[in-house]
């Protein structure tokens, strides 16, 4: 152990750097598959892919030792995960596939988000 830390700092660390890893993984694929347009597979599922041998692995490792370090975390997908995916989707977007799309993003982008205002609209309403 390091001088004056915690055994939970310590795993805290290397779930970060596992996380930073898989992330690397990801764009690196990325820039493989732009380079090598390989036939099957996108750069999602190869990082899905290792996500999920490394979390067997973690696993079969650790068993019970490390399950709340390595739990999922909403907050930590949504606050850090999600916008640079997000933002690599947009950025690497062709514009000709975009406006070939634009009716099917128009419907799920204003039809969805008025359904859901009104279902939370008719929610919030029945349990006032």
Known sequence: MILGEDETE??????????FGVMIFFFFTAG??????PKCGHQTSYAILIGIVISL???????D???????FNENIFFDLLLPP????S???MRRKKFFQNIGNITIFGLGV??????LFSIVTYASL
Request: aromatic share 24%; with cysteine; charged share 25%.
């Open 10 to 19: 310590i795993d805290r660390r290397e779930f970060y750097a596992i996380l």
């Open 85 to 88: 995916i997000i933002l690599n």
């Open 32 to 37: 493989m598959q732009e380079k090598y347009k």
């Open 57 to 63: 692995l973690l696993y079969w490792a650790f068993r």
């Open 65 to 71: 030792e490390r399950a709340g370090i390595y739990a």
């Open 90 to 92: 947009g950025f690497n």
């Open 113 to 118: 988000t008025f359904t859901c205002f009104t």
